[in-house]
């Protein structure tokens, strides 16, 4: 039973958010607003190409400038024995499957140092870092740093990197080939296809995009001269990730490094790992015994931040004649940018290819690669909405072409309850799920049956409209270990430990929900401490789902203990035995007394006559791993209104049903979902990162050229969720952050590809720009 | 942004004796001028302000002109009552340009001495048969825009106002860039008792009219008339979001577009 | 360096800057006004929203010395002694932010849009008058009902 004022705020509650209050008024504590006095401030000086040779750096004239205390590059790196950055290639949960090369060998890694020490491998490099006590001072210099470059042939696109004939990153590696690996049953999946009536096939860019976070990365590095300690301030994906990180590249023991971070605005993958300038500014304020800080421009986020997607995929699907699915096959290739960084977006897609449908057989190769463009990494939903897309957009290319029904072909494969839990072709156990209810749910939703009427008014208006059904599945699975300390204070506060902090996922309400849910304690009272790593001990960082999942299992598991703990103390306090002693209603009973939690806490820290494990702090820890995943999954609906005098698209309809398990906060989640239907929206339809294949330019630099969605590309959005309790989460709460963007790639496109039926148009590769889209009308009219 | 001298002179005569300093540039909004100097694109040894001159904005009506001040603000014109009544057109083209806070402060006096290929005013100044009034000299728009970023104006001159003939008909379309907010393609179209006006911005180097599309509206101003055209242009910009040949079809789609909003719209009676 | 005075949430304020000194670098450097954020270099992103003689501007295309003699109201100064502006309330009832970053240059420019465009504001209007203001989290869902919400309390209020 549940107090009656804790209620409202528990499980459950779309409880409105407690960091709200600060945000709202501008009393937020962002990166670039930590301040040091006698902060010096560090310029970068960027590569201007994508590949080329340093010969020579001449700083004498930037040295000369009034108010540069110094400048930097490679030599002084290496001198100093700075680290490259510690990057895991492949993602490290158990549940994730291995990738091994075919041949045996090791898959390749390069090391990726802080600044460019011989060679600059893509534009915005960093080839030197300037100094001074100001940021224009510091600007001025880095112009005046003279930099001769060998210039070296580029290769920046993803189909290029692997030809012969391509100009190679990593000379050590021969090629730009890092891994080679085949995944699932070749032989099966060979034996299906030769007995296929029908095969859909599909060759696509799923496009490099940027993750842009409206806060632009900043960092305040303190060296204390007196304690050598280091303390960097900056917003990242995970405090105590980073504190690790920075201690391993600067050479420092990590009780001496201290990360701290407070409002981080906004991160989706894209702040996930140490970037090169953290570890600088940390390098500098040691050198120089002086804090030094940098603050990202727009631009320069362009060029430095962690770009994403960037995957090159041929997949065949083989159906029999009545549209059963027998097997599926391709190759993917994953471009993870200048340096061997991540290829775990590779590794989540192909795991997965075969999404939620009965696929007996699959066979996939995957190749992650290098070439000259900013290194890539996981961005909202890593891997999946890829693979989800080409899923997806096979069975629409199936239907088109042999003339099936495009729902009817995916109930005729999606799997049943009863074949849950089910061993995917690629090696992953997927937990529970309706998805033919889900899927029914969503088409409910958005009015699928209505459609005609609908499109038949459009034409009356001279509008194409087309309607696109997709459904999906999530690999929830990431840094498996997380730890809470909960801590109930005699002066009536509980404060609550964690690792993971939000970067506006809103953690700071969401988790003191569940403490109010399992100590009946009111929210108000509920304190989440988070983000300074002299605090916090151990935190995976939000990403892969995890945040929730997890935070709410050590959180539990702490608040269980606290309870247990409260039982013994209060049946010293009232004179009876613990078993008899019950927790109801946020008071501890036994008989006709009753204590309250922080009566029970204030006689812990009171009484001298208490057993050592007894003794205040009234406080649990629970560190655990969780080596299990989730598979949360839905269906989203999306429509559409093309004009097609100008190719332009409008979204009319958007329609979701995600199961997100048991909701902790539905407000929250479906903000979740709304942002990331805009993030998935906005790379089918209008963003990318393009370089000139020719001269390996980044050519989307700036918000005038990378079309960021804005809030008249959308309609409100009809988004609703299943509740079905997951059954690998002993709460039963499913991941909920990833579900708005996994599937909104494939079913837009869907949805956009159906609106240009009668032009005979089957696919359309992403961004469906104006410009595609009027191509395609013009083509398709002229055949008719 | 390098480092400059600030000038806020209070008069005309003040500004113009400021400019006659080499490397100096009048700044009115801002808008275009800081966002290239914040990317160091350009630099400037003085920047005279001229928010302090008197008698520069304001919307007026002056011997069947409209008139309009160099600082007035882009929120100005479009939300102006006069222009609502006898130049509709103009005050559309303004309430489309950048975003609503680019508005609150950006102005015509600057946005037409910039000239920036992509900025809508352009379209406006040759299609309405404007003249650039100066602190020397009025200057025909229709010998204003002479290339990128290339106007008329001499080192120390100033725009003081601009002048827009009053058309019977007249309508803006524009096709925006998704990203930038500039004009992709903008066509200005404007029916005169005795010709008519077809002006086209973004699409090229500078702003240009489309002589044969003009001559076909003159005879019968109707989308009909125009249906089939297939107009010779100017090369066409060529970028990320469009190719010349995409923008090329802009162009007729969006003078379509704008023939077709002036025809449903009564002439303006004098 | 020149000296600059204005008037900002009420207070009287003056410092030394340089020529180049923007609008949004003298109210986060010189007056520790943090609440107004940075969000881009191509007056795009509207996150430096302020009211500059009570007209929403980007502040970060702004000079500071242009600025002399004005009245500026930052997010700082927009909530009253008794409680939240409406416009801040309703962003918080309408879960109109998640990281934040964004938010106080939406809120500026939700109520300038309320000056210029009234009270009653149809979704439509709404989000064609947020052009100017870019957000990475919500979708905009949420802040558009944010807006209309706040628009409407600010006429009761």
Redesign the interface.
């Given at each position: 039973m549940m107090d009656d004022v804790t209620k409202p705020a528990g499980i459950g509650a779309s409880v409105?958010?407690k960091?709200?209050?600060r945000?709202?008024?501008?009393?937020?504590?962002?990166s670039?607003?930590f301040r040091a006095p006698g902060e010096l401030f560090a310029v970068f000086l960027r590569s201007p190409h994508p590949h080329a040779r340093i010969v020579a750096i001449d700083p004498s004239a930037a040295l000369a400038v009034e108010g540069v205390r110094a400048v930097l590059s490679g030599a002084e790196l290496t001198a100093d024995g700075i680290k490259p950055l510690p990057h895991h290639i492949w993602a490290l949960h158990p549940a994730d499957i291995a990738m091994p090369n075919t041949d045996g060998s090791e898959t390749f890694t390069a090391p990726h140092h802080a600044m460019a020490i011989d060679k600059v491998r893509h534009v915005g490099e960093i080839v030197a870092m300037i100094v001074a006590t100001s940021i224009?001072i510091a600007?001025?210099a880095a112009d005046l740093v003279q930099v001769d470059y060998d210039i070296l042939p580029s290769v920046t696109n993803t189909w290029d990197t692997v030809e012969a004939d391509a100009p190679v990153l990593w000379e050590q590696n021969g090629s730009n080939v890092c891994g080679d690996v085949e995944v699932g049953d070749r032989a099966a999946t060979e034996k299906a296809f030769a007995q296929a009536a029908h095969v859909a096939r599909i060759r696509t860019w799923v496009q490099r995009v940027a993750g842009?976070?409206?806060?632009?990365r900043a960092a305040l590095a303190e060296f204390d001269p007196a304690t050598g300690r280091m303390t960097l301030s900056a917003g990242s994906g995970g405090s105590v990730r980073l504190k690790h990180d920075l201690a391993f590249m600067i050479g420092a023991p990590p009780e001496d490094v201290r990360v701290i971070m407070k409002?981080?605005?906004?991160n989706?993958g894209t702040r996930g790992m140490i970037y090169p300038e953290f570890c600088l500014v940390a390098w500098a304020s040691r050198r120089l015994q002086t804090p030094v800080k940098w603050t990202a421009?727009?631009?320069e986020s362009f060029q430095s931040d962690y770009q994403a997607r960037d995957l090159a995929v041929v997949a065949e699907l083989a159906l029999d004649a009545s549209g059963k699915f027998l097997a599926m096959r391709g190759s993917n290739i994953g471009n993870a940018g200048a340096h061997t960084s991540n290829f775990s977006p590779l590794q989540k897609g192909v795991e997965i290819m075969t999404s939620i449908y009965d696929v007996p057989a699959a066979c996939f190769r995957a190749r992650p690669v290098v070439s000259n463009t900013l290194p890539t990494r996981p961005y909202r939903s890593a891997g999946r909405p890829e693979v989800m897309f080409v899923m997806e957009r096979l069975i629409d290319i199936a239907a088109a072409e042999f003339g099936f029904d495009r729902v009817e072909l995916r109930r005729r494969n999606l799997l049943q309850k009863a074949q849950l839990p089910y061993d995917n072709p690629l090696g992953m156990t997927f937990d529970n799920g309706d998805y033919h209810t889900v899927m029914e749910q969503v088409l409910e939703l958005g009015d699928w049956r209505g459609f005609e009427a609908r499109r038949a008014d459009a034409k009356r208006r001279g509008k194409l409209r087309g309607i696109g059904l997709a459904n999906y599945v999530d690999t929830a699975t990431g840094v498996p270990r997380e730890r809470a300390e909960v801590t109930v204070r005699p002066d009536g506060q509980v404060d609550v430990v964690i690792g993971t902090i939000s970067?506006?996922?809103?953690h700071e309400t969401s988790f003191a929900q569940l403490a109010t849910e399992f100590l009946h304690v009111p929210i108000e009272q509920v304190n989440i401490i988070t983000g300074d790593t002299d605090v916090v001990k151990f935190g995976g960082g939000t990403h892969s789902g995890r945040g929730m999942r997890l935070a709410s299992i050590v959180i539990w598991k702490a608040s269980n203990e606290i309870i247990a703990k409260s039982k013994r103390l209060a049946a010293l306090v009232l004179g009876g035995a613990p078993d008899d002693v019950l927790f109801e209603r946020g008071r501890l009973r036994l008989g006709e007394k009753s204590l309250s939690l922080f009566d029970v806490a204030r006689a812990a820290a009171e009484r001298n006559d208490l057993p050592d494990d007894l003794r205040a702090p009234l406080c649990a820890v629970c560190d655990e791993s969780v080596n299990e995943a989730a598979f949360p999954y839905g269906s989203h609906v999306c429509e559409v209104e093309i004009d097609p005098?100008?190719g332009t698209v409008e979204i009319v309809n958007y329609s979701t049903t995600d199961d997100v398990g048991r909701a902790v906060n539905p407000?929250?989640i479906?903000?979740?979902?709304?942002?990331?239907?805009?993030?998935g929206v906005g790379q089918a339809l209008?963003e990318q990162i393009?370089y000139d294949r020719d001269t390996g330019q980044l050519?989307?630099g700036?918000?005038?050229?990378?079309?960021?969605?804005?809030?008249?590309n959308?309609p409100?959005?009809q988004a609703a969720f299943a509740e079905i309790p997951c059954t690998t989460h002993p709460l039963g709460i499913r991941p909920a952050g990833e579900g708005?963007t996994t599937p909104a790639l494939g079913v837009t496109i869907n949805a956009v590809v159906h609106a240009l039926q009668e032009f005979g148009v089957t696919h359309i590769d992403m961004p469906a720009?104006?410009?595609k889209i009027?191509?395609l009308i013009q083509q398709g009219a002229k055949a008719t | 942004?390098?480092?400059f001298t600030y000038h806020r002179p209070k008069t005309l005569d003040d500004a113009a004796a400021l400019l006659a300093v080499e490397d100096s540039r009048p700044m009115s909004g801002g808008m275009s001028l800081l966002p290239s100097m914040k990317?160091?694109l350009s630099d400037w040894a003085h920047i005279v302000d001229l928010a302090a001159v008197p008698n520069l904005s304001g919307v007026r009506e002056e011997g069947g002109q409209i008139v309009v001040g160099a600082r007035t603000t882009h929120v100005q014109v479009a939300t102006s009552q006069l222009l609502h009544a006898r130049l509709p057109a103009l005050a559309e083209l303004a309430e489309g340009i950048g975003d609503p806070l680019v508005r609150n402060r950006g102005t015509i006096g600057g946005s037409i001495a910039n000239a920036d290929p992509a900025a809508d005013y352009p379209s406006a100044v040759l299609a309405l048969r404007a003249t650039i009034v100066t602190n020397l000299r009025e200057i025909s728009g229709d010998t204003f825009f002479n290339g990128l970023f290339e106007t008329a104006l001499e080192p120390c001159e100033i725009v003081t106002a601009v002048r827009f003939a009053r058309a019977r008909r007249a309508a803006y379309a524009k096709?925006r860039h998704?990203?930038?907010r500039y004009a992709v393609v903008g066509a200005f179209v404007a029916q005169y008792d005795d010709e008519v006006r077809v002006a086209v911005t973004g699409a090229s180097s500078h702003v240009f009219r489309i002589a044969e599309i003009e001559a076909l509206l003159r005879d019968n101003f109707s989308v009909a008339a125009i249906e089939s055209v297939a107009p010779t242009l100017p090369a066409m910009n060529a970028d990320?979001?469009?190719?010349a040949d995409?923008r090329a079809?802009?162009v007729v789609?969006m003078v379509r577009r704008a023939v077709a909003a002036a025809s449903s719209r009564n002439a303006l009676a004098d | 360096m020149l000296r600059v005075a204005m008037r900002v949430n009420g207070a009287e304020v003056s410092g030394e800057i340089?020529a180049?000194t923007l609008l949004v670098e003298f109210l986060?450097q010189h007056l520790g006004?943090?609440?107004?954020?940075?969000?881009?270099?191509?007056t795009?992103?509207g996150?430096c929203t302020v009211h500059v003689n009570d007209v929403g501007m980007k502040s970060c295309t702004l000079l500071a010395i242009g600025c002399d003699g004005a009245d500026i109201t930052?997010?700082?100064g927009?909530?009253r002694p008794d409680g939240?502006h409406p416009m801040?309330a309703a962003?918080?009832?309408n879960?109109g932010?998640?990281?934040?970053?964004?938010?106080?240059g939406m809120?500026m420019s939700a109520t300038d849009m309320v000056r210029r465009k009234g009270h009653d504001l149809d979704?439509?209007t709404?989000?064609?008058e947020?052009?100017g203001?870019?957000?990475?989290?919500?979708?905009?869902?949420?802040?558009?009902?944010a807006v209309q919400a706040g628009a409407a309390a600010m006429k009761t209020a």
């Open positions: 409105r958010r960091e709200d209050q945000l709202v008024t501008g009393h937020g504590c962002f670039d607003d224009a600007k001025d842009v976070p409206m806060e632009p409002d981080v605005g906004g989706f421009e727009r631009s970067q506006g996922q809103g005098a100008l407000m929250i479906h903000g979740q979902t709304h942002g990331g239907i805009a993030q209008m393009v050519l989307t700036s918000f005038m050229d990378y079309t960021m969605p804005r809030a008249d959308f409100f959005f708005g720009t104006p410009e009027w191509r | 942004m390098r480092d990317l160091r096709y998704p990203a930038s990320l979001f469009a190719s995409y079809h802009l789609e | 340089e180049r986060r006004l943090t609440g107004t954020h940075v969000g881009c270099d191509t795009q992103c996150c930052t997010i700082e927009l909530a939240l801040q962003f918080c009832d879960h932010l998640q990281c934040g970053f964004c938010t106080p809120i979704a439509a709404v989000r064609k947020l052009e203001n870019i957000c990475r989290c919500t979708g905009y869902h949420n802040i558009v009902k």
